[in-house]
């Protein structure tokens, strides 16, 4: 039978995918709550300079690893949390092989330890399991409109796969699994070349060049800020009795692409064109989830709006670009917020 873990501070956590974007961020939040933390990374799309802050901290530990290679781990675990995939498509169509093995393989690895351990464990899945929907907003009962045989599908399929393993060991009673599917974040810390459409506009943005949209720029997202996807996250971990079910989190509110790069070029004050290129192939065309469960469940929602959550990453990506971005963007200069305090708080 599952273990029930302890609630509270003081937890032993595993982190995978740790000193990613936001592995990194969650990593800080569980440190500020008193939490212990191992992350582990294989740094194929994490760094170690997202968690290079935390490595003198007494109750961190960072491990070089790849979780589709088994991983022991000595001192008793109380949680896991596996976020360790590439998440945007130029990244995980790089290797698609790995990315599908590091969903299945890797997931599989992860919980093996977490059965061992009797750690809690929480599977990082994706709304790119509903595919293109025919379904909107999504619900997390509709079974998606996903291609098995695409250049996304090493990650739609894989991640699929890796609730279908969650929910086997949940339901055989071996793990006390919990799957969240995680809408578009962003936020500091994202890389600039990631492919992210945020980031990608950001960048160009900041370094003078004309945007880049995709299509005709009506298809829309919703954008969740990182400070918000973490609390999600650990409240999710934290509530019992474990839902049974997968768990939408991300932020409703729905925005075309066109209206996201309008957003963005009005915070930096070089007037760039756009370019518009070809849709890729298996690009949703509407995204938004339904986050009644989260609500209901986890008394959830995220308080970030757009605009407000923008202009801290703009902010962020013109201090790490520096040079000719530093001197030309005018992100608003609010007071900033700690994401590891914001999230920590949303906890108590």
Same mark, same amino acid.
């Given at each position: 039978m599952l273990q029930v873990n302890r609630r509270g501070k003081g937890k032993t956590v595993l982190?995978?995918?740790?000193?990613?974007?936001?592995?990194?961020?969650?990593?800080?939040a569980l440190l500020a709550r008193g939490d212990s933390v191992i992350c582990v990374d294989s740094y194929i799309t994490g760094s170690p300079e997202n968690v290079r802050p935390l490595t003198n901290h007494p109750s961190f530990r960072l491990m070089k690893h790849d979780i589709c290679q088994v991983l022991e781990i000595e001192e008793p675990?109380? $949680? +896991?949390?596996?976020?360790a995939c590439a998440a945007s498509p130029p990244q995980y169509q790089a290797d698609p092989v790995h990315t599908? *093995?590091?969903?299945?393989? &890797?997931?599989? =690895?992860?919980? !093996?330890l977490a059965e061992r351990h009797g750690a809690s464990f929480l599977q990082a899945s994706t709304s790119e399991v509903y595919g293109d929907p025919a379904e909107h907003p999504q619900q997390e009962d509709y079974r998606g409109n996903v291609s098995c045989t695409g250049p996304r599908a090493c990650y739609d399929e894989g991640k699929r796969a890796a609730e279908a393993l969650c929910f086997d060991m949940l339901r055989a009673g071996r793990v006390d699994a919990r799957v969240p599917r995680i809408f578009n974040t962003y936020g500091p810390r994202m890389q600039a070349n990631d492919g992210r459409i945020v980031s990608n506009l950001i960048v160009q943005a900041l370094s003078g060049k004309p945007l880049t949209i995709y299509g005709s720029g009506m298809q829309t997202r919703s954008f969740c800020f990182v400070s918000d996807l973490v609390g999600g996250l650990m409240a999710l971990m934290d509530v019992r009795p474990n839902p049974? *079910?997968?768990?939408?989190? /991300?932020?409703? /509110?729905?925005?075309? +692409?066109?209206e996201l790069?309008? *957003?963005?070029?009005?915070?930096?004050?070089?007037?760039?064109? +756009?370019?518009?290129?070809?849709?890729?192939?298996?690009d949703p065309q509407r995204r938004r989830p339904d986050i009644s469960r989260a609500t @209901?469940?986890?008394?959830? $929602?995220?308080?970030?709006?757009?605009? @407000? &959550?923008?202009?801290?990453?703009?902010?962020w990506f013109? =201090?790490?670009? /520096? &040079?000719? !971005?530093? $001197?030309q963007s005018t992100a608003p200069r609010r007071p900033r917020r700690e994401v590891e305090t914001q999230a920590a708080t949303e906890q108590g």
């Open positions: 982190v995978a995918g740790g000193a990613g974007f936001v592995g990194s961020h969650l990593c800080d675990l109380d $949680q +896991i949390y596996n976020l599908m *093995m590091t969903c299945v393989a &890797g997931t599989g =690895n992860l919980l !093996a049974g *079910m997968p768990v939408n989190l /991300g932020n409703p /509110g729905e925005f075309t +692409i066109s790069a309008s *957003m963005i070029r009005s915070m930096v004050p070089v007037r760039t064109g +756009i370019v518009y290129k070809p849709l890729p192939k298996d @209901e469940l986890l008394d959830w $929602q995220p308080t970030v709006p757009l605009a @407000e &959550g923008l202009g801290y990453t703009v902010e013109t =201090n790490s670009l /520096g &040079g000719l !971005a530093r $001197q």
